[in-house]
């Protein structure tokens, strides 16, 4: 098993261009989770799903957009970049109805906007 | 105030020392409590879960207090690979949202 996997690792972007990342799990997990990581401010929910076809707003949702097409993707996109968004992106999944919710993540995609 | 609070260090230690950790949480209602190890420019990794009767796995200990809403991690014979942030995570408003503490690093020098 890959676990969760993300697409692309790295990327430089200009000011006002648009890009998606793209996130898999292959453990069948009911829920999905894009973070962002920056330097003192640990990690903050962007947005996430809990399930197949719904999405919701987390902490810091402006500036991007979400799909949960199919159960194993979900996909982040940034519509027009900007500098605030150069960040780590983590990307997670995790098991749904239980106490014990244990998030995996994927290995990040560091983005640079210029 | 912040919804997990750790103090970011560095802690600075030798081998085979022992060090502790602490966090506070905010939210009286969480239910789930973790910490997570995450090495320099890698994904963040469950180190282990923590019970309110305290647990231990190995050299690692993690105790619970929910009356002051505090979590702890204890590292005994502390190994240069333990070097790494180690973020102090609870359960938010909805029981499958996690908090994410901001860490703490710990270096271990020979």
């Known amino acids: 098993n890959a676990g969760v996997t993300q697409t692309p690792k790295f990327r430089v972007l200009k000011t006002g261009q648009s890009m998606t990342l793209l996130c898999a799990q292959d453990?069948?997990?009911?829920?999905m989770y894009w973070y962002r990581q920056d330097p003192g401010m640990g990690l903050r929910l962007i947005h996430y799903?809990?399930?197949?076809?719904?999405?919701a707003k987390g902490e810091v949702p402006d500036g991007y957009n979400v799909s949960r097409l199919k159960k194993q993707n979900f996909l982040l996109g940034l519509e027009s970049a900007a500098p605030s968004q150069t960040s780590v992106y983590f990307c997670?999944?995790?098991?749904?109805?239980?106490?014990?919710?244990?998030?995996?993540f994927g290995p990040g995609t560091r983005l640079t906007v210029l | 105030r912040k919804e997990v609070e750790q103090d970011p260090g560095p802690f600075n230690v030798p081998e085979g020392a022992t060090v502790a950790f602490n966090c506070t949480y905010s939210n009286s209602a969480s239910q789930s409590f973790f910490w997570y190890r995450q090495d320099c420019r890698k994904e963040p990794k469950l180190l282990m879960s923590v019970y309110s009767s305290g647990n231990e796995d190995g050299r690692f200990t993690a105790q619970l207090n929910r009356a002051s809403q505090y979590i702890s991690l204890l590292i005994r014979d502390s190994k240069l690979s333990d070097s790494a942030t180690y973020l102090c995570v609870v359960n938010g408003p909805s029981s499958y949202k996690l908090i994410f503490g901001s860490g703490t690093r710990l270096l271990v020098r020979p």
């Open positions: 453990m069948n997990h009911e829920y």
């Open positions: 997670a999944s995790g098991t749904s109805g239980s106490s014990y919710n244990e998030q995996f």
């Open positions: 799903s809990v399930g197949e076809g719904t999405t």
